[in-house]
């Protein structure tokens, strides 16, 4: 689908955040508006209150916390993602492969520590999982 230009006023901070972050992710200061712009009219009406709500009675260290709340959700969702996405991958390549985080990140050491070479596919112990103890 091709673009569409929008025109938009931003606050003087706001434009030297956006030329500083567009330098440094080497992306046009369009292409981080647009990604910014998707991701809120994604967000459910909700999240806009809250928001709009934090932004306007807040204190800028509220604000803060709930920036910082927000990356460390977005961070958690990466990891897991990547988590099933090596899982995958190992079951790809060499049977059931690990299950659980912990085996996972028993597996990912065995990789480290044997110079890459990814032992012989076996079924790992599931007697530990991150969530249940």
């Known amino acids: ?41 994604r967000l459910p009406p909700e999240a806009h ?5 934090v932004q306007a009675l807040g204190t800028p260290d509220d604000v803060g916390q709930v920036m910082r709340r927000i990356t460390r959700m977005l961070l958690n969702a990466q990891y897991e ?4 996405q090596l899982g ?6 060499g049977g059931p492969g690990p299950e659980t985080e912990d085996e996972m990140l028993d597996e990912a050491a065995r990789l480290v520590a044997g110079g890459g070479q990814a032992p012989a596919p076996s079924r790992p112990s599931r007697a530990r999982t991150r969530k249940g103890g």
């Open 49 to 53: 209150a809250a928001l709009r709500h």
């Open 81 to 84: 993602v990547a988590v099933g």
């Open 88 to 93: 995958r991958e190992l079951r790809e390549q």
């Open 1 to 41: 689908m091709p673009g569409k230009t929008i025109s938009m006023h931003a606050s003087g901070e706001t434009a030297q955040l956006l030329e500083h972050l567009a330098r440094v992710e080497d992306r046009s200061p369009s292409q981080i508006a647009a990604a910014a712009l998707a991701f809120y009219l």
